[in-house]
């Protein structure tokens, strides 16, 4: 099993309208491909930083003298540090666009995430619905 996070969009959106599962954990796609996946998401400023510290990391460390091997330990260790962030950027990204938070839940795999999450939706608002009207409190006399 695996934790996933169920994110729902502002309900004024006129864009996209589908929830958003992101999986906790290491992103391997923003690993391999750091600045492009972000750019992909829509996290243009952060992004464009991953690619200028990468493109800066390798150009300066040629330009110093350090050999090829170190130069390639330190860009892998960039997109590692990329990959354990990128879905905490990618939750933090949603988050300042109005994004909601809804749910964390265990489940096999994304689909089945998203499918147990509105199971229980579902669940709660039937209990919601057979919950008997709260009684109005009458005024002290």
């Not at 999986?23 to 952060?46: C, D, I, K, T």
């Not at 990329?82 to 265990?106: F, P, Q």
Request: charged residues 20%.
């Amino acid at each position: 099993m695996r934790i996933y996070t169920i994110h729902l969009p502002p309900p004024f959106s006129q864009r996209r309208r589908e929830a958003e599962v992101i999986r906790e954990g290491f992103n391997w796609w923003a690993f391999l491909f750091s600045g492009l996946w972000m750019l992909a998401q829509g996290m243009w400023v952060v992004g464009v930083a991953v690619l200028v510290l990468t493109g800066l990391a390798a150009a300066g460390l040629d330009t110093i003298g350090i050999n090829e091997i170190a130069s390639t330990v330190v860009t892998l260790a960039i997109g590692v540090y990329v990959g354990c962030s990128a879905n905490d950027w990618w939750r933090a990204h949603l988050a300042r666009k109005g994004w909601k938070e809804a749910a964390v839940i265990a489940a096999a795999d994304r689909d089945g995430a998203l499918r147990r999450y509105f199971d229980l939706a579902a669940l709660e608002a039937d209990r919601l619905a057979e919950a008997p009207p709260a009684a109005h409190p009458q005024p002290a006399t």
